[in-house]
């Protein structure tokens, strides 16, 4: 049973969002929490009261989550950002989707009796002796308990609550995780023993001035405490069960797209066209983790070819096969994509150039003064926006057609194999160019063509671009279209305006095609086909940037100047940093020594978005590396990605400290002892989607199989039921086909459906494993207990 599990979510746009400042509108933006853990955030669009995002995230988390919530936040320069609303999704509420949800919700109220996290370590017992009759409740201690105060912490206290008894323990100052080791005892009454009732047990935020703030609850059944004596283990905290009130649209709407990520069902026949591209990613990473992604993309390539006769519609649908080499491409492709576009667009992004072809959509008022001989003309515009074109156009080509030996081996022979397909099959003379536009269509079209439009879609940027630098990426990008259609459309389309590049794309042609035989000059034996646990080589860098290094050697240093800058280098093998980028002299922590990745509390350091390297020499001494990043996004892409190349390391910590041993304890739990026990749970299964996913086929098998049931229905019908015409037919034939032998047997031929036979031995299958999961959830409700216990 795979361990961990994949949900596929969409923040699409917002709706009628109230105005925050005092303009009139508002700065929104998405913030994701998964049980109340920062994952995600999106781009702040300004000024807007109905944005649009467009923001996709794949996220893996281990089977144990419980609730994932979206949080849309109004961006202010000064002060704390404003909370326009949420929406929380349990577990469960995604789990009853069967298709999943895509749709508008209206945002509700957060109500900080709700925004409840952590858990809290209890022993109960129910005392029965002939003297004394009672409770006794050992409060041991509590961890990741929400921060109240302004510092980031709160002072906890915890209280035990039965009928009309209770009893409360100390109250312990500025900490998440308290420690408590009290012992609570309630005097009973003999008649309560027979009562139904619930312990309940609260933990509060102490404070000083006005009321106590609520941090969570466990309820446990007076029954289980019949039946089980004593009771211990760690309990989840729940909120005090208020219920969200849906605002009646007040406070705006989001619309989302959530769903666990979908995989295969039997073929195409029976995916739909909003699965398929999970189910092509889902495919391709099983086959890459075999070893055997060329021949499976030949397989579905081939089929594609063969049933094509007019070879300008070939792969211009959504169908599996192109689906396949698009998310293909993306799973081995994308470092090499980011060597080849970056600078250029980078470049883009930094200039800012005000460039429109159109006509129609030349706005005088927004360019900068050409000349100094009086306004700028359209044509001036014009002239000057042909000239930018071409010189970005000019180096992404460049770029592309010289990037031969940077392209991944089994790319390149991915394509030969495609190349070869399609020479097969469309033999005439006329169809020469068949074999270039198969593998351009892949190469420009649905690869660095869409990565151009939308950078940040592929990691190329951690903003949106604004409206100005949008379109010239989107001219750009209709320009490299054109190019990767081998200039073959040009002058056939209602954007005449686009005539100024057609010469600059007219003479890449033979380059691209010179480029694209290159490309396919491999052996097909270079590719290994032993299986692989991961998407990149071991020699490739997979994320590298400047962050900051806390100093930790020395005297202590105010926090703003401890920290030191450093440019950071993440390979599968090693985790090393310099000076700078140029630096002769690096120092590197080999992967295989890293056994925790986890945040670090603001008030550790007083900073935000750092995070903490937990490693482990030869003789087993932990050391712990803090680093600090820019901003939340660039935290949890840090962290999945170093949580993801030692996701196989035999030594990971099940538990860290999320705050820093100074001035002689931890600033989280207030221990002394600088090698106690970590005070807080390891996030290491949590990590954002993306290209250098590690394979897991126990999460894609389990994927199919979910996929394989919604499609059962939908199987059933195509390869097993009959309609009423073709039973009749069949009842005709069977008599046709009968025969009686002399001993009196009667031998009956049935026609069969292509693919009945293989159809009907799936179902069964399924069936069966249906049953036993029925059979095994039923198990599992009879044995467990009556409230949330979390070992």
């Not at 219920?243 to 039997?266: C, F, H, N, P, Q």
């Not at 081939?302 to 698009?326: C, G, I, Q, Y």
């Not at 044509?379 to 000239?387: I, T, Y």
Request: aromatic share 8%.
């Amino acid at each position: 049973m795979a361990k961990n599990t994949s949900l596929y979510f969409r923040i699409v746009e917002g709706r009628n969002l109230p105005a925050k400042d005092v303009s009139g509108t508002s700065d929104p933006y998405c913030i994701v929490k998964v049980d109340n853990e920062v994952v995600a955030r999106t781009a702040t669009v300004w000024k807007n009261l109905n944005p649009f995002w467009g923001e996709e995230y794949t996220l893996h988390l281990p089977m144990g989550f419980h609730s994932l919530s979206f949080h849309v936040m109004d961006e202010d320069t000064i002060g704390h950002d404003d909370v326009i609303g949420k929406i929380s999704l349990s577990k469960e509420a995604i789990g009853s989707q069967a298709k999943g949800l895509d749709s508008w919700l209206n945002l509700t109220r957060v109500d900080p009796d709700e925004e409840v996290q952590g858990e809290i370590h209890l022993s109960l017992e129910l005392l029965k002796d002939t003297e004394k009759i009672g409770l006794r409740c050992q409060v041991i201690e509590a961890r990741d308990l929400a921060p109240r105060d302004i510092s980031g912490t709160s002072d906890p206290f915890a209280r035990v609550i039965f009928n009309n008894h209770s009893a409360e323990t100390s109250i312990i100052k500025k900490t998440r995780f308290p420690h408590w080791g009290e012992t609570l005892e309630l005097e009973l009454d003999p008649v309560e023993l027979s009562e139904e009732g619930t312990v309940t047990v609260e933990v509060w935020d102490w404070d000083m001035v006005g009321k106590n703030d609520f941090l969570g609850k466990v309820e446990i059944p007076f029954a289980c405490l019949q039946k089980t004596p004593l009771y211990e283990g760690w309990f989840r905290l729940l909120p005090l069960g208020n219920d969200e009130v849906d605002a009646g649209g007040k406070l705006g709407a989001l619309r989302l797209k959530v769903e666990d990520s979908s995989a295969l069902t039997m073929l195409e026949d029976v995916t739909t066209v909003e699965s398929r591209q999970d189910v092509a990613m889902t495919l391709v990473k099983i086959y890459l983790g075999q070893g055997l992604v060329v021949p499976f993309l030949d397989y579905l390539n081939t089929r594609e070819v063969n049933h094509t006769t007019d070879p300008n519609t070939l792969f211009r649908s959504n169908s599996l096969a192109s689906k396949a080499m698009e998310q293909f491409m993306k799973a081995v492709g994308m470092l090499y994509l980011h060597e080849v576009l970056k600078p250029i667009i980078n470049r883009i992004f930094d200039e800012k150039k005000y460039i429109e072809l159109d006509p129609c959509k030349i706005d005088l008022n927004r360019t900068r003064r050409i000349s100094f001989k009086g306004a700028v003309s359209e044509a001036e515009v014009r002239d000057s926006s042909v000239e930018m074109l071409q010189s970005y156009l000019t180096s992404i080509i460049e770029s592309i057609v010289g990037s031969v030996d940077q392209c991944p081996p089994v790319m390149r022979v991915a394509f030969k194999q495609l190349h070869k397909r399609v020479e097969e099959q469309f033999t005439e003379p006329e169809n020469e160019d068949v074999k270039y536009l198969a593998i351009s269509g892949f190469f420009f079209l649905r690869f660095f063509a869409p990565a151009i439009l939308t950078p940040k879609l592929f990691q190329l940027r951690d903003q949106h671009a604004d409206t100005r630098t949008s379109r010239t990426l989107l001219l750009l990008a209709k320009a490299l279209q054109s190019v990767g259609n081998l200039g073959l459309q040009l002058g056939h389309g209602k954007e005449q305006w686009m005539t100024p590049l057609h010469p600059i794309i007219l003479r890449s042609v033979a380059s691209v095609k010179d480029f694209l035989d290159k490309l396919i000059d491999i052996d097909h034996d270079i590719v290994s086909e032993v299986p692989q646990r991961a998407v990149f080589m071991p020699s490739v860098t997979v994320k590298e940037g400047f962050l900051h290094k806390h100093k930790a050697e020395g005297p202590q240093l105010l926090s703003r100047f401890a920290f030191k800058k450093r440019y950071f280098w993440l390979t599968s093998e090693t985790f090393s940093y310099a000076k700078t980028p140029d630096w002769q002299v690096r120092s590197s922590i080999p992967i295989q020594c890293v056994c925790a990745v986890e945040r670090v509390d603001e008030n550790a350091f007083q900073q935000q978005n750092v995070m903490q390297v937990i490693t482990q020499d030869n003789d087993g001494q932990l050391h712990t590396m803090y680093i600090q990043c820019k901003n939340v996004n660039e935290l949890n892409q840090w962290l999945s990605a170093i949580r993801k190349v030692s996701i196989y390391n035999e030594r990971m910590l099940p538990s860290f400290h999320p705050g820093a041993h100074r001035s002689g304890k931890w600033t989280c739990c207030l221990q002394a002892d600088r090698a106690v026990t970590g005070c807080s749970r390891t996030h290491s299964a949590v990590t954002l989607g993306d290209w250098s996913d590690p394979l897991d086929p126990d999460v894609e098998t389990q994927m199919i199989y979910k996929q394989l049931v919604q499609g059962k229905d939908k199987l059933r019908k195509k390869y097993l039921e009959m309609p009423d015409a073709d039973q009749t037919s069949s009842n005709k034939e069977k008599k046709i086909n009968s025969d009686v032998h002399p001993d009196g047997a009667e031998c009956n031929v049935q026609l069969m459906k292509p693919g009945q036979g293989i159809a009907a031995r799936l179902l069964v299958v399924m069936e069966d494993l249906e049953q036993a999961h029925a059979t095994f959830q039923c198990r599992e409700k009879e044995d467990a207990p009556s409230v949330i216990l979390n070992p």
